[in-house]
């Protein structure tokens, strides 16, 4: 069990740093909240499909369309715990230490697979509504008046301003004055 542990401690700190402490930010700014959830939920997705070729990986002989399916229902609710807990990424890395703890410890039967997969509809509801009312973020509003830059322009300049001592302000890179 400790080996669990400590390996779903590197798990999740790594993919939630990437996932939701880098990327979501700038695509909530680009596209909003949970269009970005979406595009973040396939590329996770994306992100484990070599796990499916893997003998004794915990993925391998499942459905990636399945898979596909929880992962993206897990941004969508991930999205939504970022947002409303103020960019903190202590409860997206709670729920997906837990989510994958769950799957370990209770390797439940292939039987109630459905009912698995249908328990996930009303609390993405639930996620979709928080995210539409107020779970947009901090920024979300900041997605107007880009100055005349492109989104893409927008995405690639902010890793750079925060690097070089600049700010990202309204969804763009600006110069510290």
């Given at each position: ?24 930010p700038r695509l909530q700014r ?6 970005a959830a979406l595009v973040i ?64 410890v209770f390797n439940l039967p ?68």
């Open positions: 069990m400790i080996p669990l542990f400590a390996a779903q401690i590197w798990v999740v700190v790594g993919e939630e740093f990437g996932l939701r402490g880098f990327a979501l680009l596209i909003g909240s949970l269009p939920g396939v590329l996770w997705a994306a992100w484990h499909l070599p796990m499916f070729f893997v003998p004794g990986a915990p993925q391998h002989g499942q459905s990636f369309w399945e898979f596909c399916y929880v992962i993206t229902a897990w941004s969508i609710i991930m999205t939504a715990l970022y947002n409303i807990a103020g960019a903190s990424l202590i409860p997206t890395m709670l729920f997906h230490a837990a989510s994958n703890g769950w799957g370990f292939a039987a109630t697979r459905p009912i698995e997969l249908a328990l996930y509809l009303p609390v993405v509801a639930v996620a979709v509504v928080a995210l539409r009312t107020r779970g947009r973020g901090r920024n979300a509003s900041s997605r107007r008046g880009t100055r005349g830059a492109s989104r893409i322009e927008q995405f690639a300049k902010a890793p750079k301003a925060m690097f070089e001592g600049g700010r990202v302000e309204g969804g763009h890179a600006a110069d510290e004055p």
